[in-house]
């Protein structure tokens, strides 16, 4: 069973940094692609950067220039670092991973950034 696990979430004052990882267990096999996506209480998980098919990537406006996306050594893992981070990156954030046309999703961390 494909399972992917975040961490690295917190608290932090705005204009902080954190950084987040995500690592897959229950395949040998490489995702797709993988990216983070956010979500606040009863609003749209919104795209906050993923690598794409041939491994460029892609931001939200809110974040470019402040985030970045970045792979780990081991196959399937993944980073989010975030910087100068604003009270409006505050969500619950999530790692994404599609194989085989299948979409796989992570618990999600909680990203809190206090004004």
């Known amino acids: 069973q494909v399972q992917l696990v975040e961490s690295g979430g917190g608290l932090v004052q705005a204009g902080g940094s954190l950084r987040l990882s995500c690592a897959a267990s229950?395949?040998?096999?490489?995702?797709?692609?993988m990216g983070w996506y956010r979500q606040a209480p009863g609003k749209q998980r919104d795209l906050v950067a993923r690598f794409t098919r041939d491994s460029s990537t892609t931001y939200a406006d809110s974040v470019k220039d402040r985030f970045t996306i970045s792979r780990g050594n081991a196959k399937n893992t993944m980073y989010l670092q975030m910087n100068s981070l604003k009270p409006e990156d505050t969500d619950v954030y999530y790692c994404?991973?599609?194989?085989?046309?299948?979409?796989?999703w992570g618990l999600g961390t909680q990203v809190t950034v206090s004004s």
């Open positions: 994404n991973g599609r194989l085989f046309g299948a979409e796989y």
């Open positions: 229950g395949t040998t096999l490489s995702f797709a692609s």
